[in-house]
């Protein structure tokens, strides 16, 4: 049975972080990892980053209503391409919106329960955003529901960018989460997912082979999340980079990300907006292009006011 470990968490909470993270111990110990990514959007922009690993990917995720038939296919290419590839591991990454329920009632279906072994749900949480995400006057019913459910089908938190919060709302969010979750789960402080291997690879199936009747009754019940939307916009050059920045924030987006040009330094970066902050790593020449992720984004609006005062 090849060993799974889930990751999930919403948008921006540094999921492929900690993914990152895992492979390389990984590699360093000399196994081979296979990756599921689901990404919403029609386009990986985040490929770059695992050049050398077997990537399996459900693009254009409507996580509720088509990752569990996307799921199926590719974990049976996966399957089929062990005969070959042996991998000693496989990672899922959900979408930032993606309810982990659903891949993991995959995972324990008749189909799949004597290939993998479900070894952990990893959820990861940005303590930065934690508060504000469960407020009523910031965020909506729709997140705050997503959000409660990333976090109680984990069997262990990461409870992520412990760099950019005080040690008391730190521990704020630390009560908060262990009341979803109880005293079962460990809840980790992580900067940059930065945690051993030992803790993240503990088995934690105890928490994750919950009774195929659970298992199927959750399976019924569906989760829409029809108001967070991807919209991507190609050939992306900007003046500056603060144009953009400024730009993001006054359209209120939860989360960008992509490669664009930036005329007055000539340069291509690799930009990643996420809780309001923008980060850029300079890259390569290559195609550019934004994905924007928003709740109950007016998409014909963005797209013109992109095309008059972005691009
Ligand atoms: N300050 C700070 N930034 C972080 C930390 N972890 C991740 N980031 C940054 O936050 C941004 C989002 O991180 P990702 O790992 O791409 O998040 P994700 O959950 O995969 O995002 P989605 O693809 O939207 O689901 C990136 O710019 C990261 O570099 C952290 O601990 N502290």
Same mark, same amino acid.
């Given at each position: 049975m090849i060993p799974v470990y889930v990751i999930s968490g919403f948008l921006g909470s540094g999921k492929t972080t900690v993914l990152l993270h895992m492979i390389k111990e990984w590699k360093e110990q000399g196994k081979k990892v296979g990756i599921i990514l689901n990404e919403l959007?029609? &386009? $990986? /922009? &985040?490929? *770059? =980053? @695992?050049?050398e690993e077997t990537i399996y990917e459900l693009l254009?995720? +409507?996580? +509720? +209503? !088509?990752i569990q038939e996307d799921l199926k296919t590719a974990l049976q290419q996966f399957i089929t391409e062990q005969e070959k590839n042996p991998t000693d591991v496989l990672l899922i990454e959900g979408t930032? /919106?993606? $309810?982990p329920i659903e891949i993991k009632s995959t995972l324990l279906s008749a189909d799949f329960i004597d290939q993998f072994q479900l070894c952990s749900m990893i959820g990861v949480v940005d303590a930065s955003h934690y508060l504000e995400y469960q407020s009523v006057f910031s965020s909506s019913k729709e997140i705050r529901e997503l959000l409660r459910e990333q976090i109680s089908s984990s069997t262990l938190l990461l409870v992520n960018k412990?760099? =950019? /919060? !005080?040690e008391r709302e730190n521990q704020k969010v630390f009560s908060k989460l262990e009341k979803i979750v109880g005293e079962e789960v460990a809840i980790i402080p992580t900067t940059f997912g930065k945690v051993s291997m030992d803790i993240l690879t503990? &088995?934690? *199936?105890?928490? /994750? !082979? @919950? !009774?195929s009747a659970e298992v199927h009754e959750k399976d019924h019940v569906h989760h829409h999340h029809h108001h967070i939307h991807a919209l991507k916009i190609t050939e992306v050059t900007l003046k500056s980079r603060k144009s953009l920045e400024q730009w993001l924030k006054r359209h209120s987006l939860l989360r960008a990300k992509g490669i664009v040009f930036i005329e007055d330094e000539n340069k291509y970066y690799d930009v990643q907006f996420a809780a309001n902050k923008a980060r850029w790593h300079e890259t390569e020449k290559a195609d550019t292009l934004l994905i924007l992720i928003g709740d109950s984004l007016n998409v014909t609006e963005l797209h013109e006011s992109a095309a008059i005062q972005l691009i």
């Open positions: 959007g029609d &386009e $990986n /922009v &985040e490929k *770059h =980053l @695992f050049k254009n995720g +409507c996580i +509720c +209503c !088509s930032g /919106v993606a $309810n412990k760099d =950019l /919060v !005080s503990k &088995e934690r *199936h105890q928490t /994750v !082979s @919950f !009774s």
